[in-house]
């Protein structure tokens, strides 16, 4: 069972409430998502002890699905969308992956595989040609789908995954596409 805690000016942990929290010797630490946890309480412990947060968690931006994209197997609020390649390869550094070579040397899409074994699969073309990326400098963005495996297995709905990896998928094709 994960409990929220933060380090109190002492070095020791406390609880939302202010009680002493002993952190077990097994225990694995995590940053947790605005979606998963209560934000109102925490909000106001920082606002009372002036905490500045190093990096955004509690105000973390969020992009829950809407009910149509939790049944939907195609994401389609992106297609459309003008990207530049560069911002394409990009994705390479928040985890995603550039897909296979195809003919005439083109990569067409990205792929994120999630904590539980899903694989996000972003489409674009006319793809990025490998011995000469800037020759197609301006990809189209098409869509993007679930698959239950990696490379393989059924499309899925949107609504299979976490909703903090959905989150976090929209908002790294959110950031690629604005």
Not at 8 to 16: K, L, M, P, R, S
Not at 32 to 50: K, N
Not at 108 to 127: N, W
Request: charged letters at 30%; a negative charge.
């Amino acid at each position: 069972d994960a409990t929220a805690f933060r380090v109190a000016e002492d070095g020791t942990c406390a609880d939302v409430h202010d009680n002493a929290f002993v952190l077990p010797e097994d225990a694995r630490v995590t940053i947790p998502h605005p979606l998963r946890f209560d934000l109102a309480p925490w909000g106001e412990v920082f606002a009372d002890y002036e905490l500045l947060q190093p990096f955004e968690q509690l105000a973390r931006p969020v992009y829950p699905l809407t009910d149509d994209e939790r049944g939907a197997t195609r994401l389609a609020r992106f297609s459309g969308k003008t990207v530049d390649f560069r911002r394409i390869m990009g994705m390479t550094s928040r985890g995603w992956e550039l897909g296979e070579k195809e003919d005439g040397g083109f990569r067409r899409q990205v792929m994120l595989m999630t904590p539980d074994g899903k694989h996000v699969m972003a489409f674009f073309s006319p793809g990025i040609r490998v011995i000469a990326p800037e020759e197609f400098a301006e990809q189209d963005f098409r869509d993007v789908i679930v698959l239950s495996g990696r490379h393989s297995g059924t499309t899925i709905p949107f609504g299979d995954l976490d909703p903090a990896v959905a989150s976090e998928v929209i908002a790294d094709l959110t950031r690629l596409t604005s």
